[in-house]
């Protein structure tokens, strides 16, 4: 069922997972064909690659840890083998990182900027390499990065550094017509929301799913936490042929949550 085919024939990376796999949804819903990239999780891949086909369009799953150059790279040229095109490039794989500051490790921050800041590089540069004019690359940050979080300096760190690299990139990318923009979610029920929400919560170990919900629906002006639908539907706008003004932005899509 399509609600627009404004990027028909158009074809879009993105994953196999939580935002990344609603994302894949709502841009083949828009009519693009989808490349899903996954690390490990080869049963999740296929199964929104089946929901993918069933919406009319191609679908094809590519293993790549993104933390790797050379796995990103022929990521990239299995794609564009499969595809002969890229159009739209969503980099949101990450890993979240709670740890107090005496127990944080070297081997903890190389982890975390490895897949969260490396990852996304690597990612742009072969997005580079293959995108034409009138292109999109979608990044991934988060909340964390301007919101104070106990115990979440490396994780945030990365991101703050994902919304650098963003503001340059749409300079690098900006002489081809390619537009370089910036996802920073919070508050959105994903796969891991209620492990990673105990940590923001004060209290929050103590709460069930419910309470959880409750108290991060206070952030939000709108009263509600979000759902993953609710950042496909600002990515689904970012990756439409309306946008092609809008470059070196940072997207807080977090129903409004106070920021500082």
Known sequence: MS????????????????????????LAQQGANIAINYHTNDSAADSIVDQILALGV???AFQ???????????????????????DIVVSNSGIEHFGSLSEV???????????NVKGQYFVAQQAYRFMEAFGRVILT??????????????YAASKAAVQGMTKCLAVD????NITVNCIAAGGVKTDMYAEVAKEYIPGGKEMSPE?????????????????VEDVAGVVGLIASKESQWLTGQTWQVSGGAYMV
């Open 58 to 60: 191609h679908a094809t």
């Open 3 to 26: 609600t627009s085919q404004n990027l028909a024939g158009k074809v879009a990376i993105s994953s196999s997972r939580g935002i990344g796999a609603a994302i894949a949804l709502k």
């Open 173 to 176: 990318f900006g002489p081809r």
């Open 64 to 86: 790549a840890d993104v933390s790797k150059e050379e796995e990103v790279k022929t990521m990239f040229e299995a794609v564009m083998s499969v595809f002969g095109r890229i």
């Open 105 to 115: 490790t070297e081997a903890d921050i190389d982890k975390v900027f490895a897949v």
């Open 211 to 227: 309470q959880i919900d409750q108290a991060l629906g206070k952030w939000s002006p709108l009263g509600r936490p979000g759902e």
């Open 141 to 154: 940050s988060s909340i964390s990065a301007v919101k104070g979080v106990p115990n979440h300096a490396v």
